[in-house]
């Protein structure tokens, strides 16, 4: 556990597990083998989520080849011939179709302010819990890295000796208030150890021990400084976005009737500079 030299440390430590809550995406992985159900569950767990008062996004991970969008339709000809990137748009309705590659972190940025996103498939990533759907007891040893928070079956998993809860589909309820207490923000990735654990796999793992909260990453910051390079946002530790925020200002104060800046928005076009 963290350890606490007073009470004001200690409610400073409380306030920063309700702000993490309060201010960012929160984060859960919903993982299985092909046919297991995980799109069956998480239909579920977010009508059940956003009957509870949230803002519930999901993250789809899918094959090179699926196809995004459909061949034929106006936007799809867009970019056969030659757009990078294309939207539709309708009342109340729009959709962007994007030919590279984007992370989750990236994602999450379109998909703007949400209190859950919940991401179907992901494997790969060893820093997001995750939700485990199996169809026989085997699947949850090649599922499992220690993130688990829930173990989702229509078959019984009893002497497995399994430390998360095991539910079936219809335990919706249960699934929705486990999700509540244990998502997390999505962290960068960078193994940095800036929090104090050697990786965003060891500070998860402690967030879900309840011996850290992720408020530790030095990288999650509200968004009071973000920088953006060829649309990549770069995370910035605490003193270079001071740094950042501090020359800004300085510089855009001495600028008639910028004196009282409230945001401050730079776009610079670093190709063909000197």
């Not at 867009?78 to 179709?97: K, L, P, V």
């Not at 040893?141 to 589909?169: K, R, W, Y």
């Not at 923000?185 to 309840?210: D, F, H, I, K, Q």
Request: aromatic share 6%.
């Amino acid at each position: 556990m963290d350890s606490f030299k007073n009470l004001d440390d200690l409610a400073v430590y409380i306030k920063m597990g309700l702000m993490h809550k309060a201010m960012f995406t929160r984060i859960v992985a919903v993982v299985g083998f092909k046919g297991a159900g995980k799109t069956r569950l998480i239909e579920k767990l977010v009508g059940r989520l956003s009957s509870r008062g949230y803002r519930v996004g999901t993250l789809k991970h899918s094959t090179p080849h699926h196809p995004l969008d459909t061949p034929g339709k106006d936007t799809w000809r867009h970019r056969e011939a030659g757009a990078e990137a294309s939207a539709i748009i309708a009342d109340g309705r729009a959709a962007i179709f994007i030919d590279r590659p984007l992370t989750p972190s990236e994602a999450l940025e379109i998909l703007g302010p949400l209190d859950f996103v919940i991401l179907e498939g992901f494997k790969s990533i060893e820093y997001i819990p995750r939700i485990l759907v199996v169809r026989r007891p085997s699947e949850v040893m090649e599922l499992s890295n220690g993130l688990e928070i829930a173990v989702v079956s229509d078959q019984s998993l009893e002497g497995l000796g399994i430390e998360v809860p095991t539910l079936s589909f219809d335990e919706v309820e249960e699934l929705a208030s486990i999700v509540e207490e244990r998502a997390i923000p999505l962290l960068p990735g960078l193994n940095c150890g800036g929090c104090g654990y050697e990786s965003c796999r060891e500070l998860a793992l402690a967030s879900l021990r309840g011996e850290a909260d992720p408020s530790r990453c030095v990288h999650l910051s509200v968004g009071d400084v973000v920088l953006r390079v060829d649309g990549r946002r770069i995370p910035l530790n605490p003193y270079v976005r001071r740094v950042f925020r501090g020359v800004l200002k300085a510089l855009v104060g001495t600028l008639r009737g910028c004196e009282e800046a409230k945001r401050i928005e730079v776009s610079v076009e670093a190709e063909g500079d000197v």
